[in-house]
């Protein structure tokens, strides 16, 4: 086995981050020797958007070796930028949920961290520093530990998330 080198760019960052509940999905397949996962929602349901302030997206995955296997385990923090009433609620809905989340970096590859069986949780804090130019807002960290790793959404199914419009206040 070769791992060559890469073609073509290897920008970093990652651009939106999508969630789904784990009761919205009808199913998900994961190839074990492709990594390859498909997903079906159930109907009328979807991926739902979450904002991120610019470059503040980072993803940190490791693995462990444990008696029982190998472990992967994922953690994703972000800022969502204001103190806003509309924001913590739909952060509020989020706690204790078993989320699937889809992640699509700057050079279009697209993953789902979690499982049916095994999926994310989320973590949040609201920051509130006392100097103005300072970051005020959410950081929310989503983690996971799975028995193997995120799967890759095949390839050709990636659609560009359109954002909601932006509230005013």
């Given at each position: ?10 920008v ?12 919205d999905?009808?199913?998900l ?9 498909a997903i ?8 739902n958007?979450?904002?991120g302030?610019?470059?503040s997206i ?6 462990e ?24 609620i ?8 078993h989320?699937?989340i889809n ?14 069986d ?25 983690n996971?530990?799975?028995?193997q790793?995120a ?19």
């Open positions: 086995m070769t791992v060559l080198r890469h073609t073509g760019g290897n970093g960052g990652i651009n939106p981050v999508q969630y789904a509940f784990k009761e999905i009808a199913s397949i994961i190839n074990p020797d492709t990594l390859v996962g079906t929602f159930k109907p009328g349901k979807g991926w958007y979450l904002y302030s610019p470059d980072q993803l940190e995955g490791k693995e070796d444990l008696p029982a296997g190998i472990r992967y385990s994922y953690n994703f923090k972000m800022l969502i930028p204001k103190d806003r009433k509309d924001v913590e739909i952060l509020m809905q989020l706690n204790q949920r989320l699937i992640a699509i970096d700057k050079n279009g590859v697209s993953r789902y961290y979690g499982t049916l095994q999926p994310m949780k989320k973590l949040g804090k609201l920051l509130k520093p006392a100097t103005i130019e300072s970051y005020q807002g959410w950081e929310v960290v989503f996971g530990e799975f028995s790793p799967a890759y959404a095949p390839v050709g199914t990636y659609v560009p998330v359109d954002p909601p419009p932006v509230s005013e206040d």
